[in-house]
């Protein structure tokens, strides 16, 4: 109240307390919507970005495409393949002797060198004889004195016998003179019985080689006492021929065995410890008896002429046993054979009539493969080119650029023209590798191109 009495009047303050809320909320949404046009804007720049991208990876792709691929081809060869069977074998000595003295006595200087190739029947070694030849000698001297008694004897029963049939002597001074008689005749049979053992004795002082062969390093030095059947004085070793002794699965020995049994000769070869390098050719002799129930396999015994010396004692070498020569086999490169969702195929190479070059698919069934080259049973025909490098980036019916790969051959790098046959038969198909490559999964550290015959090949998926 005012003092005049009317109505005093104040100025309103929520009007103007509402004001700064007001723009400070407009500003909020300002700044909201400036940063939400940011973010869009830096979600359609990325859009474009992977676009754009996406679209230059299709050009590049597109220009890829319609680009050559590289690769490498080589013909397919026809020509007779021999189909073998593989294993790990151990040289050992057709014959091998460890020589013994059979009587005992110092042993005098060898008669032999130390390396050097015997014959059966030579002397060797020599023990002391003296005391042996003494033996004989007085074994000869009982038999001498023996003889005389018995001439003696003979004598008595010879007037003995005359004075009894004249009746002055009796029955049995005759019979006592008959029976002296016979001592002497036993005691002399037994004399020349010790002059033998004597001679004997007196002949093994001397030592003969009991085969040919060659003569290993001395064991026991001149001049040392030798117990009889007891001290190794050397060991005599039989080279040519020499025998290799190797093992296949039982799986394999149904085939082998009746080969054997019509009496075929089968051929054996022998390589290096890196399966490259062919040491010599044998023929097998026979199959052990029984199978190994540790390991499934069976002993085989082939016998080589070992002329060079090539083959030594103790020596592991792989073996290879040939069954059958299959002529005319077609055979490529294992590192042409793939293997997909169509099954085992190569890729091949068709040229039009203007002078281009496109990749094709040609499905083909595996016979046998090893190392570095397979037989091929269908699919291809003599000469046909293969790609064996650069399969990978390939596609059916894509422009390629060939070139011409190395010739086809076997592990090491050499063209022997033999294969390995699978384990189920000589006409079971081999196996192939997670790439489509032949995939023998025997490799042999020594091989330096990874194929290895340490093992027969597999069978392959049709």
């Not at 700064?20 to 973010?39: H, K």
């Not at 110092?106 to 060198?113: A, Q």
């Amino acid at each position: 109240m005012s003092i005049d009495g009317a109505p005093q009047t104040y100025p309103s303050t929520t009007h103007a307390a509402h004001e700064p809320a007001r723009r400070g909320s407009w500003a909020r949404i300002l700044v909201y919507l400036i940063i939400v046009c940011g973010l869009a804007f830096i979600v359609w720049r990325i859009y474009q970005n992977r676009k754009a991208a996406a679209n230059q990876a299709l050009m590049q792709a597109a220009a890829i495409t319609n680009r050559p691929v590289p690769v490498q081809i080589a013909a397919v060869e026809q020509k007779p393949m021999p189909i073998f069977l593989t294993g790990l074998g151990t040289v050992t000595p057709y014959m091998s002797v460890t020589v013994k003295a059979r009587v005992s006595g110092e042993l005098e200087p060898v008669k032999f060198t130390e390396g050097q190739q015997v014959r059966k029947g030579e002397t060797i070694m020599v023990i002391d004889p003296s005391p042996y030849q003494a033996a004989l000698d007085q074994a000869k001297g009982t038999l001498a004195h023996d003889e005389a008694l018995l001439r003696n004897a003979q004598a008595e029963v010879a007037r003995y016998k005359a004075l009894f049939d004249a009746g002055v002597v009796s029955k049995e001074t005759l019979d006592a003179d008959v029976a002296a008689q016979g001592q002497y005749e036993g005691a002399i049979a037994a004399d020349k019985a010790a002059i033998e053992t004597a001679q004997l004795q007196l002949d093994w002082c001397t030592i003969q080689s009991p085969i040919d062969g060659k003569i290993g390093l001395r064991l026991v030095d001149p001049g040392n006492i030798i117990t009889a059947n007891t001290t190794n004085l050397v060991i005599i070793n039989q080279f040519q021929p020499i025998a290799v002794y190797f093992t296949l699965p039982e799986g394999q020995l149904p085939q082998v065995l009746r080969m054997l049994n019509e009496e075929k000769r089968l051929p054996v070869d022998a390589y290096d410890r890196g399966d490259v390098q062919k040491i010599a050719s044998g023929e097998l002799l026979t199959a052990d008896n029984q199978i190994d129930i540790t390991t499934g396999t069976d002993r085989l015994k082939a016998v080589f002429d070992n002329r060079d010396g090539s083959l030594f004692p103790n020596q592991f070498v792989n073996i290879h046993l040939v069954l059958e020569n299959r002529p005319g086999a077609l055979v490529v490169p294992s590192a042409a054979i793939q293997s997909g969702l169509q099954g085992t195929f190569v890729w091949t190479t068709e040229t039009d009539a203007s002078g281009k070059a496109t990749a094709k698919i040609q499905p083909v069934k595996v016979a046998l493969a090893e190392g570095q080259v397979t037989i091929v049973d269908s699919g291809l025909v003599k000469g046909q080119p293969v790609v064996v490098d650069g399969a990978d980036r390939l596609r059916d019916g894509a422009l390629v650029l060939a070139s011409s790969g190395r010739q086809t051959t076997t592990a090491g790098g050499q063209d022997n023209g033999q294969f390995s046959a699978p384990a189920g038969g000589p006409f079971a198909p081999a196996a192939a590798g997670p790439h489509g490559g032949a995939n023998p999964q025997h490799k042999s550290a020594g091989d330096p191109s990874g194929g290895s015959r340490g093992q027969a090949a597999k069978r392959v998926s049709q």
